[in-house]
């Protein structure tokens, strides 16, 4: 299951969070099916 973590909107500002572009900050483990903004954007491969 896909999280923040895994999104393109997502920030790493620590190990446990990060900010969104789109919804402030957010924790990495959040599940992307409970995303706030309903925006989740599967961030490309690095
Ligand atoms: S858009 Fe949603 S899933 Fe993506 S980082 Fe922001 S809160 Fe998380």
Redesign the pocket.
Known sequence: M?????????TPKGNDS?E????GP?PAD?D?A????????PRPAR
Do not use: E, I, K, Q
């Open positions: 896909p999280t923040c973590s895994d999104c393109a909107n997502y990060g969104c572009r789109m919804a957010v959040r992307a409970r995303c706030p903004v309903r925006l989740f954007v």
